[in-house]
């Protein structure tokens, strides 16, 4: 699918909150992940975020995907070298989408939840997590889907 097929799918998704409303949580700490669907095209999560909660840096590996924010709002942020992150506000209403060069980081700093739709195609596999050195080294790591993002601390 392309991201105008996976941005299309995200809204239909969120236009129905029967279908994702049952697999929103809140009561964790952590990023809460709940996979809606998943083929050999496409696969759909629902996340809840607390406040707080922090992806870090990362990539998608091959996969493009798409974003809608159906609760809350969510703050997205691209690497900039030589600049501070190029910050983006996604509120409740909004989808954006990316392609496979895409590198991100996605948190929650608000009071209030946030809940999104996320679609990825192909379905993500693996994925690339940042860490920034103390040197200021870009260094990348290869991880499972399965793994929860976090920021990664620098080796000490
Ligand atoms: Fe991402």
Redesign the pocket.
């Known amino acids: 699918m392309n991201t105008t097929e996976l941005r299309d799918l995200v809204s239909r998704i969120a236009a129905d909150p029967q279908q994702w409303r049952p697999l929103v949580r809140f009561d964790t700490a952590e990023r809460h992940f709940e996979q809606l669907w998943r083929d050999d095209q496409v696969d759909v999560w629902v996340i809840s975020w607390a406040n707080g909660n922090d992806?870090g840096f990362?990539?998608?590996d091959v996969s493009s995907?798409a974003?809608a924010v159906v609760e809350g709002e969510l703050v997205e942020e691209r690497l900039v070298v030589g600049g501070a992150p190029r910050v983006l506000r996604h509120r409740a209403g909004e989808t954006f989408d990316?392609d496979a060069s895409?590198v991100?980081r996605?948190h929650q700093d608000a009071a209030v939840p946030a809940v999104s739709i996320?679609a990825y195609s192909p379905p993500l596999w693996r994925?690339g997590t940042y860490v920034v050195e103390p040197d200021g080294t870009l260094r990348r790591q290869s991880i499972s889907y399965a793994e929860e993002?976090r920021p990664v601390e620098a080796a000490a």
Request: aromatic share 8%.
């Open positions: 992806t990362h990539d998608h995907g974003v990316f895409h991100h996605m996320h994925m993002l």
